[in-house]
């Protein structure tokens, strides 16, 4: 399921998760409809709400400017708590990850967000990261748009490929516009394999600089 803020947020995730073999990506948001950027110039239409998604495997929410009108606790944060119980990834991109520690999820946990609003964290609960992109346990976030597209590439994608369901992603009804490093802490749910990075990083076969994917492999710690 992916919970719509501001559209870019969400779109690179998408089209990583909605390529995993027996996967159904599902955008969702307050109020269905067209959900537009905060420029009006690019829109998504949503369909479900987030009644229509009681228990999605993996819950992605994007940020952007529509993330302060959803920093109240409200039926949002209440569905994100309920499939948070239930799911094998809760994941947030940019400040959805502040709706994220918002809701209550991220209490001692780990996590990252747009460098601008990363120090907000602490206030609710949950220990600020400034890496790109942070996993702890079954949580991951990302930095921002580019990063979103990393983490399901590089840990995401990779951990609920071999038996993934349902994905979800967000949007609010007023559209939403929302620093090196990817860093891996704890296991995820045992209900899916945990990656853990291994090896060296790979390099570009033509210049020879780091490629930005790690090496992973599935373990069961």
């Not at 460098?115 to 602490?122: H, I, K, R, Y």
């Not at 600020?128 to 748009?145: C, E, I, L, M, N």
């Not at 390099?203 to 992973?216: A, V, Y």
Request: proline share 7%; with cysteine.
């Amino acid at each position: 399921m992916l919970f719509v803020c501001r559209p870019l947020d969400v779109l690179g995730p998408y089209e990583v998760l909605g390529r995993l073999p027996n996967t159904d990506v599902v955008f969702v948001a307050e109020t269905p409809g067209l959900v537009r950027n905060d420029i009006k110039s690019l829109s998504i239409d949503v369909a479900a709400t987030l009644d229509d998604m009681p228990s999605p495997d993996v819950v992605l929410i994007g940020g952007g400017p529509g993330q302060s009108a959803l920093m109240s606790d409200g039926k949002l944060h209440e569905r994100l708590r309920t499939a948070d119980r239930t799911g094998t990834w809760t994941a947030s991109v940019c400040t959805g990850t502040l709706i994220l520690a918002a809701a209550g999820v991220l209490d001692g946990r780990q996590a990252t967000t747009h460098w601008a609003a990363v120090e907000q964290l602490a206030g609710f609960g949950a220990t600020p990261s400034k890496q790109r992109v942070f996993v702890d346990g079954h949580y991951a976030t990302a930095a921002g748009v580019s990063a979103g597209i990393d983490m399901p590439l590089d840990h995401t994608a990779q951990t609920i490929m071999p038996s993934s369901r349902t994905c979800g992603a967000g949007t609010t009804s007023s559209g939403s516009t929302c620093h090196a490093g990817f860093v891996s802490r704890g296991a995820a749910r045992p209900i899916k394999p945990a990656l853990v990075p291994v090896g060296p990083t790979r390099r570009n076969s033509k210049c020879g600089c780091p490629s930005p994917m790690r090496n992973w492999a599935y373990t069961n710690g």
